[in-house]
């Protein structure tokens, strides 16, 4: 089955610097990935996605990148922001309404 | 948008009680939804697919008997946790996806913490 590894598992960035998160994958077959930002006792809630024809998307400060080559895909914030902090988990699926695979997440820290 | 709704978000209960939880989806149809397992600092596991009129899919190693679902309608799935006891103790999340053209990214609810005692 489909194996998806996320990295850092932590991290902490300075308020106003960037932050990347990567993740890789297994099935060539995989067509769909999301990203999703998940606040303490909340279910998780998307924050971008992309699909496998496209290379780079991005709303505002937020970007993902994908290279279906290799099979990894990362999410990029620019300009962080107290309320960035949270844990992000990138996934993997074949469609948008097929079931998700997650990464294990990252605990994103922005430090004042 | 598109939201999900649980019910319950909390649930403490007694060792051997069974507890059912529900999935809404509030403003579109849904033929598939999916219920998901978090433990404390982990990630979400796929539990099963829950399919409107037919019977779920498990992923492996998810006990059938023990967790029930049921899809009766294109806006409500149930998960039941028959006869729980302190390692069903988790966080249970549901997801589900719009049907038709146009159809739109799945959709989370915000989960139930269930404590068993």
């Known amino acids: 089955g489909e194996n998806v590894e996320q990295h850092p598992s932590t991290l902490s960035v300075q308020e106003g610097d960037s932050a990347v998160i990567k993740c890789t994958y297994s099935d060539s077959a995989s067509n769909y990935f999301p990203w999703y930002k998940q606040e303490l006792g909340k279910g998780p809630q998307l924050i971008i996605d992309?699909?496998?024809?496209?290379g780079e998307k991005k709303d505002q400060r937020i970007a993902v990148t994908l290279n279906k080559t290799a099979k990894h895909f990362s999410l990029h914030i620019t300009e962080t922001q107290p309320e960035d902090s949270a844990v992000y988990f990138c996934a993997v699926s074949m469609n948008r309404d097929d079931k998700i695979i997650f990464g294990k997440g990252t605990r994103l820290h922005i430090l004042p | 948008g598109a939201v999900v709704s649980q019910h319950p978000s909390r649930v403490i209960c007694k060792s051997g009680t069974s507890v059912k939880i529900e999935c809404r989806s509030l403003d579109f149809q849904a033929t598939t939804m999916f219920w998901y397992r978090q433990f404390p600092k982990q990630s979400l596991m796929l539990m099963a697919t829950s399919n409107e009129g037919s019977k779920a899919t498990y992923e492996q190693g998810v006990e059938k008997d023990k967790f029930l679902i049921n899809h009766a309608s294109l806006t409500l799935s149930t998960l039941t946790v028959t006869s729980a006891h302190p390692e069903d103790s988790s966080f249970y999340i549901c997801s589900a996806s719009s049907v038709g053209p146009g159809f739109g990214p799945q959709h989370f609810g915000d989960g139930t913490r269930l404590s068993i005692l």
């Open positions: 992309i699909r496998s024809n496209v």
